[in-house]
């Protein structure tokens, strides 16, 4: 049958329209610039996706918090304001406890003892991220959190008194036991924080700290490994219930290769963030005895109040992990 001018206009409408409504684009905010491995890994998980659903679902990626700032991205997710997004796990402390397991001071401080910790609370963390209509999809840690100072650190005396920068609770407790004055500052921030005399000191990551150019108003860094936090990327459950099973097998499989592949970038990220700074001037340094005894101490006294607000479920999550 032959089809005259106007069918085949209504057609190929037709055949347009149908395509556009087969294509998903989701917006994804992320703290960090496009440099971070991070971000890097998660640009990555995008063209896995879109690769794997043959552009079916398309996530852009909206680094340094151009789109939404790291602390409305989780709630962003959950409203359904975008459908997918990515945070510092322990920003969630103060809903509850058990998102800073991974921040208390020398409870898992290495790679290994970090992937245990992770494994013994991943399902835990899961299910209550489920309350409140989330999907965790994966988490990657960052580098082992050091002392950024303008002076040596030898005992930890020296941070009395000084303005300290915090993204967590953790890192905020930190300072306060230590006698600093801790003051939060995004990492997209912290030059003009130090520029500006908003803080002289920081507890971060090596990726961070050359990240930011920390030779530039630093002069040492402390490799205390102190704890290793992660980042996590959610998904809104109605959002990602809304697309077809084969999209969401797709997600799933392409979360799980992000969250091996940056695990493997975040070690590798650590030894070579850290010849980048020393190669620019940065004082690179080892914990002392003394201030690994003060820094134990400040440790025990934390995980203490941390069990204290977590309460069974901390203990039970303690359990899991020290029997790993």
Same mark, same amino acid.
């Given at each position: ?232 990327? %959610? &998904?809104?459950?109605?959002?990602? +219930? @809304? *697309?077809? =099973?084969?999209?969401? !097998?797709?997600? $799933? #499989?392409?979360?799980? /290769? ?23 001037? %940065? &004082?690179?340094?080892?914990?002392? +005895? @003394? *201030?690994? =005894?003060?820094?134990? !101490?400040?440790? $025990? #006294?934390?995980?203490? /109040? ?19």
């Amino acid at each position: 049958m032959k089809m005259n001018t106007k069918h085949l206009a209504a057609f190929i409408l037709c055949v347009v329209i149908g395509n556009a409504q087969a294509e998903t684009n989701w917006d994804m905010p992320t703290p960090y610039g496009d440099s971070n491995f991070h971000t890097v890994n998660i640009r990555e998980f995008a063209e896995d996706v879109k690769e794997a659903t043959n552009g079916e679902l398309n996530i852009t990626v909206h680094s340094s918090g151009s789109l939404i700032k790291h602390a409305e991205i989780k709630n962003s997710v959950r409203r359904g304001l975008v459908p997918i997004g990515e945070l510092i796990m322990s920003r969630l402390a103060n809903e509850d406890p058990l998102f800073e397991a991974d921040s208390v001071p020398y409870l898992a401080s290495d790679y290994d003892e970090a992937w245990e910790l992770w494994q013994a609370s991943r399902d835990m963390l899961a299910e209550r991220l489920e309350r409140q209509r989330l999907k965790l999809l994966f988490a990657v840690p960052w580098p082992p959190q050091g002392i950024y100072t303008e002076f040596l650190v030898e005992t930890g005396d020296e941070l009395e008194g000084v303005k300290m920068r915090a993204y967590n609770k953790s890192s905020e407790r930190l300072a306060e036991l230590f006698g600093a004055v801790p003051t939060q500052v995004e990492v997209p921030d912290i030059p003009v924080a130090f520029g500006t005399g908003r803080v002289d000191a920081m507890i971060t990551s090596p990726s961070t700290g050359a990240n930011t150019r920390a030779w530039d108003y630093l002069s040492h860094f402390n490799h205390a490994q102190l704890w290793l936090p992660k980042n996590m990327v %959610i &998904v809104n459950a109605k959002s990602f +219930d @809304a *697309l077809p =099973e084969s999209a969401q !097998e797709a997600i $799933e #499989t392409a979360a799980n /290769e992000a969250e091996k592949r940056g695990w493997e970038a975040s070690k590798a990220e650590t030894d070579a963030k850290i010849k980048i700074m020393e190669e620019n001037g %940065i &004082v690179v340094t080892e914990p002392s +005895d @003394a *201030l690994v =005894e003060r820094l134990k !101490e400040v440790g $025990e #006294t934390m995980e203490q /109040e941390w069990l204290e607000r977590a309460g069974d479920d901390g203990k039970e999550l303690l359990k899991a992990y020290r029997a790993r």
